[in-house]
């Protein structure tokens, strides 16, 4: 509408939201919305509105403003540009679990690489336990045996 735009126009940069990094917000201090008129004397004219506007159940503020010619083009580039950054933001994330993931993989390697050693050294334990084991036995059949040789010779050469 015509009386809107005179309206919105004629409203002074001191009233008008302040654009940081190239959005422009509303009243309700929130990204705006490029939307498309559908009335008769702006079909299709791009305007920036309160991204709350038509939404039930929530307060929306007045703010408007024509989007023509370069604006509409920088407001989309803008947009595009924060949803790069959100999908930036995003895989910086999923790298960043990636990498808690890793150190946590490699944390349980470590912890399984020490259990297989320990493993082994108590292996190694029993294998020398059983040899001494071996070993005594052969000594003890040895002395049984010195023993009925003694035996023998006492009972025959007596
Ligand atoms: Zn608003």
Redesign the pocket.
Known sequence: MSSSSSLSSSMSSSLFPKRTLGQT??????D?TLKYSSTRRNPGRPFL?????NTEGL?????FKWADGNEEIEFRLQERNNELLRKENELEKMMDDVEKTKTELRKRVDEIEKRELVVSNREKELLEQQTEMRRGRILLRLYWGFLFVVVCYLVLFK
């Open positions: 917000h509303c009243f309700c201090k929130v705006a509105g309160c991204p709350k506007y307060p929306y503020c007045k703010f």
